[in-house]
């Protein structure tokens, strides 16, 4: 923001000296970077963080020194005339856009003479950077940069049925701006048309085709608030930053609207003639009230370390604009804040206001900080313990946005096949849907990684994802917002499986998973499980199916799993708990069975597990391998260890046989496998 001292001098008292100033303003935030001499008018640059949007106008600038220095702001009064026709008479506004436009205002001005700006106005807008371009025009730079907010001229001539519609752009919708360039609109910016096209580009830069120039005789003053997330997102689309959307992207004072309409008027009227309109077309006559926020001298004292008197304090507010709304309690005052400081909601912000204008200086640098243990929640001792095992599994994390776009959001969703939440608007390109799953924005981050540097990328990510209710709409089910761990990964599903495996193990669940076969679109046939624990359903593992790799032109074989995290802390046991460990040996068999091909491993070590009961110690899968010229094309071989322990005695030779021999039993039994001697 660059301040210029001669203007700035119209509306506080300048006679302290310019540097301890610049000084004064870095310590209460308005950092100083650097100052500049143009015409002999020293011009401060300064830095003005994007919640003062307040300062971003000479008047702004001009509270803050008052403040500082306990001087008079002056602001200059308005006495604008009035004459002719009713403004309703003239023109007419439709704000179809309450969103993206909560406030629109009009005024029109009949009988102007366009021409060169006097001298004091162009020197004015010289200092701080801006051309002179004609009287209209530069009125209304001038009083933007006087008080911060953004107008805008019309060639009422050219406002087509004499008509302001506040819309969305259409869909392949142009226009082309004041800089004489071309612009792409469509249904997430907000426009300022006529009865037949846009004329401006709300917020941000006004339309060629209504644009002030010499023939201009008439005009329509446009003064508005509009939201800050539509002109930043339009500004950033277009690539079109421009004065007036850095200031509403900063908001601006909803008070400060009618006040900036008539002073620009009043302006256009001494410089180059016309009559004003009767009246004001207003879309939001009425301005909520702020609420009061409760300010407690024992606060300020805890937050600050330093006792201020209390009429000290009530002095820097009323001073910042600030009044007591006359509710008080001990030890406690009510402030309602004004309305062009948007960035004081709460008790905080008051403190900070009182702590930078008493000076941060004389806050004694020894002060007593109250320090308070800290102590992990259990929920970030579980993701740091997620996050090692991932890594130390060779995993890297990824950061993937919320919404995805129609062709990665079909590509897999595991958890369900209802159609996923939108948002109204694109929040990325292209991109409007809530992700049901993980993994497809993974699988992305893959092919990224394997396109640009041909690195196999495994991957992993914690955040929501969005589920949509299975309810008709009759009921007021909300949608279900869950909490996952996606994977993706190369190579061997059993690798995948051993990482998850010690991940359950790692948060202490004390159950092992239950994995059954599942089918789910996008992975391999047959290729795809469930996994559950104490019946509830813990997440999905599988082998992505290789037609569905070919929208990212990975090769195969990559294998993904996501897991809701919220089952799985529910029953992790992050403390450890001591255990028995046996004292007596343990004996180690091999195992070779011939089974069919359509059974799983889950299948035949649950089997196992339940055959020898408290005596397993550990079952180990070692391999899966075939031999059909031996065995036939529908059979398959698994290689499996198993490993036998008591904690009361050593196991027997003997002992140890007869339970191999009941899992022998058991497998020939329920899977018919027959073992390889």
């Given at each position: 923001?660059?301040?210029?001292?001669?203007?700035?001098?119209?509306?506080?008292?300048?006679?302290?000296?310019?540097?301890?100033?610049?000084?004064?303003?870095?310590?209460?935030?308005?950092?100083?970077?650097?100052?500049?001499?143009?015409?002999?008018?020293?011009?401060?640059?300064?830095?003005?963080?994007?919640?003062?949007?307040?300062?971003?106008?000479?008047?702004?600038?001009?509270?803050?020194?008052?403040?500082?220095?306990?001087?008079?702001?002056?602001?200059?009064?308005?006495?604008?005339?009035?004459?002719?026709?009713?403004?309703?008479?003239?023109?007419?506004?439709?704000?179809?856009?309450?969103?993206?436009?909560?406030?629109?205002?009009?005024?029109?001005?009949?009988?102007?003479?366009?021409?060169?700006?006097?001298?004091?106005?162009?020197?004015?807008?010289?200092?701080?950077?801006?051309?002179?371009?004609?009287?209209?025009?530069?009125?209304?730079?001038?009083?933007?940069?006087?008080?911060?907010?953004?107008?805008?001229?019309?060639?009422?001539?050219?406002?087509?049925?004499?008509?302001?519609?506040?819309?969305?752009?259409?869909?392949?919708?142009?226009?082309?701006?004041?800089?004489?360039?071309?612009?792409?609109?469509?249904?997430?910016?907000?426009?300022?048309?006529?009865?037949?096209?846009?004329?401006?580009?709300?917020?941000?830069?006004?339309?060629?085709?209504?644009?002030?120039?010499?023939?201009?005789?008439?005009?329509?003053?446009?003064?508005?608030?509009?939201?800050?997330?539509?002109?930043?997102?339009?500004?950033?689309?277009?690539?079109?930053?421009?004065?007036?959307?850095?200031?509403?992207?900063?908001?601006?004072?909803?008070?400060?609207?009618?006040?900036?309409?008539?002073?620009?008027?009043?302006?256009?009227?001494?410089?180059?003639?016309?009559?004003?309109?009767?009246?004001?077309?207003?879309?939001?006559?009425?301005?909520?009230?702020?609420?009061?926020?409760?300010?407690?001298?024992?606060?300020?004292?805890?937050?600050?370390?330093?006792?201020?008197?209390?009429?000290?304090?009530?002095?820097?507010?009323?001073?910042?604009?600030?009044?007591?709304?006359?509710?008080?309690?001990?030890?406690?005052?009510?402030?309602?804040?004004?309305?062009?400081?948007?960035?004081?909601?709460?008790?905080?912000?008051?403190?900070?206001?009182?702590?930078?204008?008493?000076?941060?200086?004389?806050?004694?640098?020894?002060?007593?900080?109250?320090?308070?243990?800290?102590?992990?929640?259990?929920?970030?001792?579980?993701?740091?313990?997620?996050?090692?095992?991932?890594?130390?599994?060779?995993?890297?994390?990824?950061?993937?946005?919320?919404?995805?776009?129609?062709?990665?959001?079909?590509?897999?969703?595991?958890?369900?096949?209802?159609?996923?939440?939108?948002?109204?608007?694109?929040?990325?390109?292209?991109?409007?849907?809530?992700?049901?799953?993980?993994?497809?924005?993974?699988?992305?981050?893959?092919?990224?990684?394997?396109?640009?540097?041909?690195?196999?990328?495994?991957?992993?990510?914690?955040?929501?994802?969005?589920?949509?209710?299975?309810?008709?709409?009759?009921?007021?089910?909300?949608?279900?917002?869950?909490?996952?761990?996606?994977?993706?990964?190369?190579?061997?599903?059993?690798?995948?499986?051993?990482?998850?495996?010690?991940?359950?193990?790692?948060?202490?669940?004390?159950?092992?998973?239950?994995?059954?076969?599942?089918?789910?679109?996008?992975?391999?046939?047959?290729?795809?499980?469930?996994?559950?624990?104490?019946?509830?359903?813990?997440?999905?593992?599988?082998?992505?199916?290789?037609?569905?790799?070919?929208?990212?032109?990975?090769?195969?074989?990559?294998?993904a799993a996501e897991l809701s995290l919220s089952v799985l802390l529910a029953s992790s046991e992050l403390v450890p708990q001591q255990q028995s460990v046996s004292s007596f040996p343990s004996v180690q068999r091999d195992l070779n069975f011939v089974l069919s091909e359509s059974i799983r491993w889950?299948?035949?070590?649950?089997?196992?597990?339940?055959?020898?009961?408290?005596?397993?110690?550990?079952?180990?899968?070692?391999?899966?391998?075939?031999?059909?010229?031996?065995?036939?094309?529908?059979?398959?071989?698994?290689?499996?260890?198993?490993?036998?322990?008591?904690?009361?005695?050593?196991?027997?030779?003997?002992?140890?046989?007869?339970?191999?021999?009941?899992?022998?039993?058991?497998?020939?039994?329920?899977?018919?496998?027959?073992?390889?001697?």
């Amino acid at each position: 923001m660059l301040v210029s001292w001669k203007w700035l001098s119209k509306y506080v008292d300048l006679s302290m000296d310019r540097e301890e100033l610049e000084s004064r303003l870095s310590l209460s935030g308005l950092n100083h970077e650097g100052t500049t001499i143009v015409d002999g008018d020293p011009v401060i640059d300064l830095e003005v963080t994007s919640n003062r949007g307040d300062c971003l106008g000479h008047i702004g600038v001009a509270r803050e020194i008052a403040v500082l220095y306990g001087l008079n702001v002056t602001i200059p009064e308005v006495s604008l005339k009035e004459s002719g026709e009713s403004v309703d008479s003239l023109l007419s506004v439709e704000n179809r856009f309450l969103e993206g436009c909560p406030r629109y205002t009009a005024r029109v001005i009949q009988g102007v003479k366009v021409g060169p700006s006097p001298k004091w106005l162009v020197e004015s807008l010289q200092a701080v950077g801006i051309a002179s371009v004609n009287n209209v025009v530069d009125a209304t730079n001038y009083v933007m940069m006087e008080c911060g907010q953004p107008l805008h001229a019309f060639d009422y001539a050219k406002v087509a049925g004499s008509k302001i519609i506040v819309r969305r752009g259409d869909k392949k919708e142009k226009i082309e701006a004041i800089d004489h360039k071309s612009y792409d609109l469509d249904q997430t910016t907000c426009v300022i048309a006529d009865a037949k096209q846009a004329d401006a580009i709300a917020g941000v830069m006004g339309g060629a085709d209504s644009e002030v120039n010499e023939d201009t005789t008439d005009l329509v003053i446009e003064a508005a608030i509009f939201t800050p997330l539509f002109v930043r997102h339009t500004a950033r689309k277009l690539k079109l930053q421009s004065p007036s959307s850095y200031r509403f992207e900063r908001k601006v004072d909803p008070e400060g609207v009618d006040w900036a309409s008539q002073r620009v008027c009043q302006l256009i009227q001494e410089m180059a003639g016309g009559k004003v309109a009767k009246g004001i077309i207003d879309t939001l006559p009425e301005i909520p009230e702020r609420e009061s926020i409760l300010l407690r001298s024992s606060e300020i004292e805890r937050i600050l370390g330093v006792h201020i008197d209390s009429q000290e304090v009530t002095r820097i507010l009323n001073e910042l604009g600030c009044t007591a709304d006359g509710d008080d309690q001990p030890g406690s005052i009510c402030f309602v804040p004004p309305t062009w400081r948007h960035d004081l909601t709460r008790e905080a912000d008051l403190i900070e206001e009182v702590a930078r204008i008493y000076g941060y200086d004389k806050i004694p640098e020894d002060s007593p900080i109250p320090v308070a243990p800290s102590q992990k929640r259990p929920f970030d001792v579980a993701m740091e313990r997620v996050r090692l095992v991932l890594t130390a599994s060779g995993l890297s994390e990824a950061m993937t946005p919320s919404v995805v776009t129609k062709k990665l959001d079909e590509s897999l969703s595991p958890w369900t096949d209802l159609p996923a939440l939108q948002t109204q608007t694109q929040m990325l390109k292209g991109s409007k849907r809530l992700r049901r799953t993980l993994i497809p924005s993974l699988l992305q981050g893959r092919a990224n990684n394997w396109a640009t540097a041909s690195l196999e990328a495994n991957l992993f990510e914690i955040a929501h994802i969005y589920l949509p209710n299975d309810s008709d709409g009759s009921d007021d089910t909300l949608p279900s917002e869950q909490y996952c761990l996606g994977l993706v990964a190369g190579g061997d599903f059993f690798a995948l499986k051993g990482i998850v495996e010690t991940l359950i193990s790692r948060l202490g669940i004390a159950n092992d998973a239950v994995v059954e076969p599942v089918h789910r679109a996008g992975f391999v046939k047959g290729g795809a499980v469930q996994l559950t624990l104490d019946d509830v359903l813990v997440g999905y593992m599988g082998i992505v199916d290789p037609r569905t790799l070919k929208q990212w032109k990975l090769p195969a074989p990559v294998v993904a799993a996501e897991l809701s995290l919220s089952v799985l802390l529910a029953s992790s046991e992050l403390v450890p708990q001591q255990q028995s460990v046996s004292s007596f040996p343990s004996v180690q068999r091999d195992l070779n069975f011939v089974l069919s091909e359509s059974i799983r491993w889950s299948e035949m070590e649950n089997v196992v597990r339940a055959a020898i009961g408290e005596e397993l110690a550990r079952l180990t899968y070692r391999e899966t391998y075939r031999d059909a010229k031996k065995d036939g094309k529908e059979k398959k071989r698994i290689l499996m260890s198993v490993e036998l322990q008591r904690h009361d005695a050593t196991l027997s030779g003997d002992q140890a046989d007869a339970l191999i021999e009941k899992v022998i039993g058991a497998c020939k039994k329920t899977l018919k496998a027959e073992l390889l001697s």
